[in-house]
């Protein structure tokens, strides 16, 4: 278990971590990419920590993996590659470092284990959770298979291992409706989030069925408080994640993966933008969309903020915590895997 107080002390005594301007004016090229979001009494106190991140990545010769809800001092400070779930378990299939540190929540770097399992993957707070992967287990895919028979089980990468490897194909926000679409026969099984589930459902040539798990972080958004937000800014364009209710969905001018949202942003570039998803997602693309106006409502994901600047030093410092799976689950869940990415690339040809 992480102590943060002891943590504290080593490092204190290893690394001089204290804010510094000297330091923040010497990664002043980083700090331009995040100025509109970061103050710079905050890089002042994050200069000293990216600076011994990246030196430290170097002596392991380990890459970092973002998520794209990773805080932006993390996004754009020490992320080697930052990117959405199929994004960062396509980008862990051709790192080549002995590390990887994944910035993010803890079955992304499981899937990162299974994709690359020689690699000594990291995860700087074992506690990064998730509703969605904490709401199944491989029995529950069992229950399903039972209710159902024949019907192929499609599961979001926000699952276990074990769940993975119970599974037939993985999926990904950013894919759901392609990889269900290409399953034989009428009826398929998604797990665990029965709102991707549902959206996935609502486009479909397929009955779906679902598991009854879902997002805490997008269950929260309500088509309500969306209606009420645009009453009061009605030329706001609203860009939500597919984790949403149906009901938000349906109040979105668009919805899609993070990097989807992402894109579609940059496509777009709307006067006023409102993201329903995680905070951080607005923050860290706010420099490259200057001429975009955020609105403020947002909802944090508290198992993505276990991962911190402070946390990923000791991680590097100390290889902690590393991420070990099964090697006969991981086989499994590696199919799964795979079969989603394979199925994804053909389906982009
Ligand atoms: P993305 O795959 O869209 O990045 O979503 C992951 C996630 O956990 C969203 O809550
Ligand atoms: Fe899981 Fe929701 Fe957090 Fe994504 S935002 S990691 S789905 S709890």
Same mark, same amino acid.
């Given at each position: ?5 002891? &943590? ?13 301007? +000297?330091?923040?004016? %010497?990664?002043? @090229?980083?700090? =331009? #990419?995040? @100025? ?15 600076? +011994? ?18 805080? *932006? =001092? ?7 590659? &930052? ?12 790192? $080549? ?11 992304? %770097? /499981? ?18 959770? !998730? ?19 024949? %019907?192929?089980?499609?599961s979001y990468v926000n699952t276990t291992a074990e769940v993975k490897a119970a599974?037939?194909?993985?999926? #990904? ?18 797990t665990p989030d029965q709102f991707l589930a549902q959206n996935v459902a609502a ?11 879902? !997002? ?14 645009? $009453?009061?800014?009605? @030329?706001?364009? &609203? ?23 992402? @894109? ?5 570039? *709307? ?5 329903? #998803? $995680? ?11 200057? /001429?975009?106006?955020?609105?403020? *409502? !947002? ?33 499994? %869940? ?16």
């Amino acid at each position: 278990m992480l102590d943060i107080e002891s &943590v504290r002390e080593t490092l204190s005594k290893h690394f001089d971590l204290a804010p510094s301007l +000297e330091k923040a004016e %010497a990664t002043k @090229d980083i700090y =331009e #990419t995040t @100025d509109r979001v970061v103050s710079s009494a905050d890089w002042a106190i994050f200069a000293p920590y990216v600076i +011994e991140i990246n030196r430290l990545k170097k002596e392991r010769n380990a890459v970092i993996l973002a998520h794209n809800y990773m805080t *932006p =001092e993390i996004y754009h400070g020490v992320a080697d590659f &930052v990117g959405d779930s199929l994004q960062l378990a396509i980008k862990a299939t051709e790192v $080549e470092n002995d590390v990887i540190v994944q910035c993010g929540v803890h079955f992304m %770097a /499981e899937t990162s284990k299974i994709l690359n399992p020689s690699k000594k993957v990291l995860i700087p707070d074992l506690k990064a959770g !998730c509703s969605l992967a904490e709401s199944i287990t491989a029995e529950g895919v069992a229950e399903m298979r039972a209710k159902y028979p024949g %019907a192929p089980v499609v599961s979001y990468v926000n699952t276990t291992a074990e769940v993975k490897a119970a599974s037939d194909i993985c999926c #990904t926000s950013a894919n759901a409706l392609q990889i269900v679409e290409a399953m034989e026969g009428d009826t398929v099984i998604m797990t665990p989030d029965q709102f991707l589930a549902q959206n996935v459902a609502a486009l479909s040539t397929k009955n779906i069925v679902w598991w009854a798990g879902s !997002c805490i972080v997008h269950e929260l958004y309500t088509a309500e408080d969306i209606r009420a937000y645009r $009453e009061f800014e009605p @030329d706001t364009m &609203v860009i939500a994640h597919p984790e949403c209710t149906p009901s938000v969905v349906a109040e979105a001018d668009f919805t899609g993966s993070t990097s989807g949202i992402v @894109d579609w942003i940059h496509k777009n570039k *709307p006067a006023k933008a409102m993201l329903v #998803t $995680e905070c951080s997602m607005a923050a860290n693309i706010a420099d490259e969309l200057p /001429e975009v106006e955020f609105a403020k *409502p !947002c909802n944090m994901c508290p198992f993505m903020k276990k991962i911190t600047l402070e946390k990923i030093l000791w991680s590097l410092y100390n290889m902690e915590h590393e991420v070990v799976v099964d090697p006969e689950v991981a086989a499994k %869940a590696r199919l799964a895997v795979e079969r989603m990415i394979d199925l994804s690339k053909s389906l982009v040809k």
